[in-house]
């Protein structure tokens, strides 16, 4: 009997709803709408080909990064439930957009974006764009990403710095299959880079994926 694909929802905090189908043969979809008019649209098919779509308005400079550090600090309460909620940066620009207090420390959190600028100034003319990857793309999209923070930011601040890459738009790219690839082939380079953590974070708190560490 042919398993049926699984079907999962979400409706957070953020006026999100989240659609996510999972089948038995390598295929993953999310489905987001949300209560500002966008909307996502991201597929992954089993030979490795991911596409993903964005369409209505495009967020500008640091809207949203409050969002995306609630739903990281929504999975790091699976393990830790003294995770408190994310704030604003304040004080002087340091290059950190939020902080997550935890039991003993302040976790400094930067956040960019994965995609080519291209995409997004498409989407910002057009009010919709598309991107057609390869799987092996997608993970080269955030590595690429990790490495172009590393190359602006000095090695000490590196090491107090939580760098979050944010696909809650661009959703193949937090796809666990996607994740666990840049894992076991990239985790161990992305490590040296010498940042506090690497985070991964999609729409819902089940695809947020730590990548900086070496597989196995």
């Known amino acids: 009997m042919t398993e049926r694909p699984r079907l999962e929802g979400h409706i957070n905090m953020h006026g999100r709803l989240v659609a996510r189908k999972i089948s038995s043969d390598g295929t993953d979809a999310v489905r987001v709408a949300d209560d500002q008019g966008q909307s996502v649209a991201a597929d992954l098919s089993p030979d490795g080909q991911a596409h993903y779509e964005v369409s209505g308005k495009s967020r500008q400079n640091e809207d949203g990064v409050l969002g995306v550090c609630q739903i990281l600090a929504q999975r790091l309460r699976r393990d830790d439930n003294r995770i408190g909620e994310p704030r604003r940066a304040m004080g002087p620009e340091r290059g950190i957009d939020c902080e997550i207090p935890m039991c003993r420390e302040l976790l400094q959190i930067q956040v960019t974006r994965p995609a080519t600028p291209a995409f997004w100034q498409k989407l910002n003319i057009a009010a919709t764009a598309e991107r057609i990857i390869s799987f092996t793309e997608a993970g080269d999209d955030l590595v690429a ?53 690497v985070w991964i974070v999609g729409p819902t708190d089940d695809l947020v994926f730590r990548i900086d560490q070496a597989s196995g």
Request: aromatic fraction near 4%.
């Open 145 to 197: 990403l990790v490495e172009a923070k590393a190359n602006k930011t000095s090695c000490c601040d590196r090491a107090r710095i939580v760098l979050v890459l944010d696909a809650t738009e661009t959703a193949v790219h937090s796809m666990p299959s996607v994740a666990q690839a840049v894992v076991e082939h990239r985790g161990g380079d992305i490590a040296r880079y010498g940042f506090k953590a």
